[in-house]
């Protein structure tokens, strides 16, 4: 045997050695818990999503304030609304359950905590397409409009941060402009710049009542093979005004997310999905994998791969056991 001088496996010795060298963490402030809010009368747990539920606002209160305890800074906000129509007025009236949840968790949490309302129309359109639906068609130019009373009507309500997810051309520049003429030229804009079109959403549109009616978001999402698009997509949103970008889902793109680390200075934020909850939580209530290695592998290696910022329905579970540590 030839005298070994390099050897890897000193630093790998013990946790304090281990620890000490550690490229990647995890930290509270790197995560944002998507959270459901709902017209309904009772709360109730999402069935493919076991731990996320579809709050009333009463709940809802109560859900961000063990939040807040947690040590999580920032709340993502997803409404879904009694009545849908094909115009998705609800999304943007300002009674809506979407600004009726900001008022209420301000009221209960005051500024311990960001609120981050996801900006759409899926939620809240008949057809469940994201904008206006014409003959088949989503409308790019008229939906700008709805999106952007949608964003202005959240920060009246009290919102922290505007993250749009529709993939509308042009939304990004049309908020920022729509938020400025309201002299909100301080609210961030989180876009969801390089958002697949993909089936990892499977269990959020059940979760959100929200599936295409007819079709499929194909013609607004991008397509799982286009790597340079995504790059062209981020470039764009930043342009536009987006002062930071996302890309989603995680797990699958992870090569998009180390890109865009290389390619742009912006803060980057990752999208682990629903689908991707999913499939965590199924496979541990089978025993058949170790849920806390799970997340907090998955979690490290979106850091790894360049992520600030990872948006997660893990967040609060994770959160809650690294206070018990
Ligand atoms: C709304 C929206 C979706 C998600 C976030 N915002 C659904 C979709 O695009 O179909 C997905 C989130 C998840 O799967 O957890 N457009």
Redesign the pocket.
Known sequence: MEHLTVRMRRMRRNPLLRDMVSEARVNLENLIY?MFVTEEAESREIPSMPGIWRYTIPDLCRAVEETAASGIKAVML?GIPQHKDPLGTQAYHPEGIVPRAIRAIRKTVGDSILIVP?V?L??YTSHGH?GVLENGDVLNDPTLELLSRAAVCYVEAGADIIAP???MDGRVAAIRRALDEASRTHIPILA?SA?YA?A??????E??D??PQTGD?KSY?MAPANRREALREIELDIQEGADMVMV??GLAYLDILREARECFEVPLAV?N???E?SMVKAAAANGWIDEERIVDEILTAFRRAGADIILT?HALQWAKRRGKH
């Open positions: 998507p997803f996801d759409c899926c939620e994201c997810s529709d993939m969801y958002k993909s990892f959403y499977g269990p959020f549109r979760a959100a929200s599936a978001r999402q989603k889902p999208y999905v629903s689908g909850y329905y």
